[in-house]
């Protein structure tokens, strides 16, 4: 079986593992055709952690597709869109190896009364966790007819919401990217690696 037939005929597995426990969040926003994971460049070798008390968006979609390295591999992932997001205490970390040893970068923002905020937010991640609300929500849409810019491939299991609500967000990624993104009171550590989002 090619990976491409791999994708296709477990899309509806990996979305409806998603449902119950959140689906959702962060990046991308005009130009993804064809279920790619993103258009405008490759994923490194790492994945990372993406963490918020609570992610709040208008305009979300999600569906199944593949994201590519530098080395031309692919990565099965869940495309999550939203066109409008505010994300609380917002954390992102990666730890990768080096003739050094791990090193980690750990971002914070959004804290307090000043989330950080993005426009035309997706993401390409592997694992999502915490609870999670919609509003006028549609399960089972053909991907490429959902309500938002990005779509995906024709024939593609889909949903997508007016609304979406997540809280305890923990989610893990290869991809990340928006429009705008505003990071309210960013602070960036290096670290050791035995510092991460969850």
């Known amino acids: 079986m090619s ?35 993103p258009v405008s460049f490759s994923v490194s070798g790492s994945q990372f952690q993406i963490a918020a008390s ?8 999600q569906y199944a597709g593949v994201a590519k390295d530098t080395a031309g591999k692919s990565h099965p992932v869940a495309i999550a869109n939203i066109a409008s997001a505010t994300l609380h205490d917002l954390c992102q970390s990666v730890v990768s190896e080096t003739p050094l040893g791990k090193v980690g970068v750990l971002i914070t923002a959004g804290g307090g009364d000043r989330p950080a905020s993005a426009s ?5 991640m592997t694992g999502l966790k915490g609870d999670s609300s919609f509003e006028h929500i549609r399960i089972g849409v053909d991907a490429s007819t959902v309500n938002t ?11 997508d919401a007016d609304t979406v609500k997540i809280t305890n967000l923990q989610q ?27």
């Open 54 to 61: 609570s992610l709040e968006g208008t305009g979300f979609s």
């Open 149 to 159: 810019q990005a779509k995906g491939m024709a024939g593609d299991f889909a949903q």
């Open 172 to 198: 893990t990624a290869w991809s990340t990217q928006a429009s705008v993104f505003t990071l309210t009171g960013m602070k960036l550590q290096l670290t050791d690696g035995s510092k991460q989002c969850f």
């Open 120 to 124: 035309d937010l997706q993401i390409g």
């Open 3 to 37: 990976f491409r037939s791999f994708v296709r005929s477990h899309a509806g597995r990996v979305t409806l593992t998603a449902i119950p426990v959140a689906l959702a969040v962060s990046l991308l926003g005009a130009g993804v055709a064809q279920g790619a994971v």
